[in-house]
């Protein structure tokens, strides 16, 4: 592993707070509750902890049913929410949104809104340590009745915790599909909540039409399933059906968590991730449950570097499209993405850029091209291979007249500016002068596919890879 390679600041979007449980802390916290636990040494317990491959659910799930145990009064839950942020702090994480079902912690009688309250304190000491100001996700729970996850998104907004800036579904998918929790959702869009739905990790991409029907998210947790919905040949995907169309279309990021997936039973160098980038989803890297799958949010990079090759660049690309989908007031996402785009200083040395086949074509003669939208725009639009394809569906849907254009960045000088695009936080490159033929390493044709919409021709990506 090249140390270099993850080098960077990490945003972390999916990290479950009893799923990240110090094994110190569960071991205190029983001993102070009164709670049996199967080891009583630190090494003992945390090698009970890890689930592993194949293990059965109901021996999975009793990890976190030792913690849901110990986590019972609202200082313990204070305790290892100022705990979870110093991890990830001491990771190199410099934004974290953890989430957490408030509805298990009111066994000995504490609210939900006590809860929420609970962690929201713990975060507010975690911060004055660690300068990291780490945000709630409260998650509803899908085998419990639509009332209930009503119940715990009004405790998200009767809160009053401004920390509390999203609401999630969680639990087990089979059977109980996101729209049954639909209403719940409309509450969370009416309060300005970020919604984020697990779907697609267990259960089929069925799971995930579900939710982007029903609860019209933000963002999926995992999603990985959408796979199933995704036609593959020669190691990449060569068509979308309608709910990975959607998806893709819908631009929420995947909150992917290799580890996690790999502990019930996807081995990580079979994860889909890197054929879900190169097919335009949004792709997002986090730990999902840290102590219960052994791994850190730092880990989740290096695994992506290890089996699917993913560069410095991939890598900040991935932390730079969380910070875009992080669930935060516009002005400090925005603030986020710039400290991201800083931290990993990467820009990629060959870029794309949709050109009408008849305007690049009329410029050839004078080797210097400027297409009519610079008039009204003032610069040229250029995306990161990664980019290509928002634009392309958003914009160019069905058309059959576009060709990519590869560009060699270095030719471009200072007339490259990378800034945030129109109606996004996302950086774009944009370029304040003409494009000229030396530049241009080589054009490719986008044909979009009979729905219209397109994928990256496999030469356009040796292309820019080369
Ligand atoms: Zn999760």
Known sequence: MNAAAVGGPIV?????????????????????????????????????FTITPGMPFIEAFSRFDLVGAVLQTPEALTRVAREAVEDLAADGVIHAELRFAPLLHTRKGMTTVEAIEAVDDGLTRALAETGLN?????????????????????????????RVVGVDLAGGEMGYPAEDHAAAFVLAHKAGLGVTIHAGEMDGAHQVASALESCDPHRIGHGWRIIDDCEIDDGRIVALGPTATALRASGAPLEICLTSNASLGLPVEEHPVRLLRDAGFRVTLNPDDRAITTTSARRELELAVEHHGFTRHDLAQAMERAAVGAFLPDDERAMLVGRVRAGWDVSPARLVHL??????????????YLPGA???????????LHQLLTPANRFYSGREDLIALVVDAHYLGPAL????????????????????????????????????????????MRAVHA
Do not use: K
């Not at 990290?15 to 916290?29: C, N």
């Not at 996302?426 to 009979?450: D, R």
């Open 417 to 460: 500016v990378w800034e945030p695009g129109t109606g996004t936080d996302e950086y774009f490159p944009h370029l304040y002068s003409a494009l000229t033929a030396e530049a241009v390493l080589g054009e490719f044709e986008m044909t979009p596919a009979p729905d219209g919409n397109f994928l990256l021709p496999a030469a356009l």
């Open 374 to 384: 610079f008039a009204t725009d003032g610069f040229i639009h250029l995306s990161a």
């Open 134 to 162: 780490a945000r709630i996700i409260v998650c509803a729970m899908r085998d419990q009745p639509a009332a209930v996850s009503i119940d715990v998104v009004e405790a998200a907004i009767v809160s009053g915790c401004e």
């Open 12 to 48: 972390v979007l999916h990290d479950h707070l009893d799923g990240g449980v110090r094994p110190q802390t569960v071991l205190d916290l029983a001993h102070e509750h009164g709670v049996d636990v199967p080891a009583a040494e630190v090494e003992a317990l945390a090698a009970w």
């Open 355 to 368: 050109a009408e086949r008849s305007e690049w074509e009329a410029s050839r003669p004078t080797g210097s």
